[in-house]
């Protein structure tokens, strides 16, 4: 049984920084992309950035530049860094396993990032 578990989000100033962290248990991490959502308050939940395997990534268009996606295998972690957030940025961060040959998904339980002065 694949369990995610995700920490590090809180409240913070416009043009802060957070890093929220996501931690594997219950399977291979290596056969899993593993990625960030993230949903507002009345808004679908959309990819935030996402990391495979061979290390390469994906980030949302809003996110390029600010935030980095990265994972540390040895940990079964994935951490994405939020820098220069903006109050836009506010939102539950859900961590994502999707397994690269089922497809089969699997969800944290989410991270409230609060970005407000």
């Known amino acids: 049984q694949v369990q995610l578990v995700e920490s590090g989000g809180g409240l913070v100033q416009p043009g802060g920084s957070l890093s929220l962290s996501c931690v594997m248990s219950g399977s291979i991490f290596s056969a899993y992309a593993m990625g960030w959502y993230r949903q507002a308050p009345g808004k679908q939940r959309d990819l935030v950035a996402r990391i495979y395997s061979s290390s390469s990534a994906d980030y949302a268009d809003s996110v390029k530049g600010r935030f980095t996606i990265s994972k540390d295998n040895a940990k079964r972690t994935v951490i994405l860094q939020l820098n220069s957030l903006k109050p836009e940025d506010t939102a539950v961060y859900y961590c994502?396993?999707?397994?690269?040959?089922?497809?089969?998904?699997?969800w944290g339980q989410g991270t409230q990032v609060t970005v407000s002065s």
């Open positions: 994502n396993a999707q397994h690269k040959f089922t497809g089969n998904d699997y």
